[in-house]
């Protein structure tokens, strides 16, 4: 994918400002260049227990890696509320792959349930660094696991690939499910 350097904005963006589009967006940040893809799930996350919702990503471009992975749902999920009721997540280059990123418990059900409220945007990665286990709590998800690549390397590309997500719930059905939004941004070498 080239970088188009005719991409005009016309005034000021400011930091907190948003722009809405479609595919990838490519730009440059003081000098690093940067790209993002997202995608929506076609339906709901499945609430019952040990069944898949699988979300092709999209295309992480060549010589990237990975610098921030959030997540957004458009309801409220929800866990049963008894402990071990968890919403896994993992990522990879295929269906069910955990190349980039091995299952872990994105609502963590302690005895208590656990609510990712719906709108709320939660990074996974934030500036290359994944979240520690309940760093989650000022971005609305109380109890989760530390998040970890598979290996250090694990979110640099040489070579074009896919990125796959997989929401799983754990030893019981969800008591609420909503879409869900992976967003993923990289930096490019």
């Given at each position: 994918?080239?970088f188009?350097?005719?991409l ?22 003081g ?5 993002r ?45 008894t402990s ?15 190349q980039?990123?091995?299952?872990k418990?994105?609502?963590?059900d ?7 409220i ?23 998800i109380a109890?989760?696991?530390a998040?970890?690549?598979?290996t250090?390397d694990?979110g ?10 997989r ?6 059905n ?6 869900a ?6 930096e490019?070498?």
């Amino acid at each position: 994918m080239a970088f188009r350097e005719d991409l005009v904005v016309r005034g000021v963006l400011k930091v907190g400002e948003n722009i809405e589009t479609t595919g990838n967006i490519i730009g440059k940040v003081g000098g690093v260049k940067t790209s993002r893809i997202s995608a929506e799930t076609a339906a709901v996350i499945t609430v019952t227990a040990s069944a898949n919702t699988d979300l092709v990503v999209g295309t992480q471009p060549a010589n990237t890696r990975i610098k921030n992975i959030y997540l957004k749902v458009d309801a409220d999920t929800a866990t049963a509320g008894t402990s071990g009721d968890n919403l896994n997540l993992s990522l990879g280059t295929a269906a069910g792959g955990t190349q980039i990123m091995a299952a872990k418990a994105l609502l963590k059900d302690g005895g208590g349930a656990v609510t990712f409220i719906d709108n709320n945007i939660v990074p996974i990665v934030s500036n290359f660094v994944p979240a520690a286990s309940n760093g989650l709590a000022t971005a609305g998800i109380a109890t989760h696991d530390a998040f970890t690549l598979a290996t250090a390397d694990a979110g640099h590309t040489a070579a074009e690939r896919t990125i796959h997500a997989r929401f799983t719930p754990v030893q019981a059905n969800l008591a609420s499910s909503g879409k869900a939004t992976v967003i993923v941004e990289f930096e490019h070498d």
